[in-house]
């Protein structure tokens, strides 16, 4: 009986050209140099925290201000780079745009150019939490010896 929860057999050539291909995109997005990463919800298919297009301005204003402040960018002397996810939903859906810095675990309401401005400001260069718009910290426990 096939089960949608079965692995997928990959031959050790397919697994080879998988490894080179992600090794190519860990290069070319610089993941291993993340230093942060924010989300965002945005372009919703059920928008309820916000507007679509409120959440698209707020998206929108996020990417073009991290590449103006070479933020998502590995620059001499800035050994590391802030990177940026559009997501579907949060599952706050109020209050919105929601916004969440990882790995310092800060969530943010109502997330509009404004408010992403001091966000990028403040807490991405200053290290200082927007205390007006955050609404929990919580940065994630990990272990992993
Ligand atoms: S619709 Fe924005 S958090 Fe759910």
Redesign the pocket.
């Known amino acids: 009986m096939s089960s949608s929860l079965e692995s997928v057999d990959i031959t050790a050539s397919e697994s080879d050209l998988i490894k080179v291909t992600l090794a190519k995109k860990v290069q070319t997005l610089r993941l291993d140099k993340i230093e942060r990463h924010i989300f965002i919800?945005a372009d919703?298919t059920?928008?309820?925290?916000?507007s679509k297009e409120k959440?698209l301005e707020a998206w929108d204003y996020l990417k073009k201000r991290l590449t103006e402040l070479k933020l998502d960018q590995v620059t001499e002397g800035k050994p590391s780079c802030t990177f940026r996810t559009k997501t579907n939903?949060?599952?706050?859906?109020t209050h919105?745009?929601?916004l969440v810095v990882y790995p310092d675990g800060v969530w943010y309401h109502s997330a509009t150019p404004e408010v992403i401005e001091r966000i990028l400001q403040e807490h991405i260069f200053g290290s200082q939490v927007v205390q007006e718009y955050a609404f929990l910290t919580h940065a994630l426990p990990h272990d992993f010896s």
């Open positions: 919800c919703q059920k928008p309820l925290c916000c959440s939903c949060l599952r706050v859906c919105g745009p929601i």
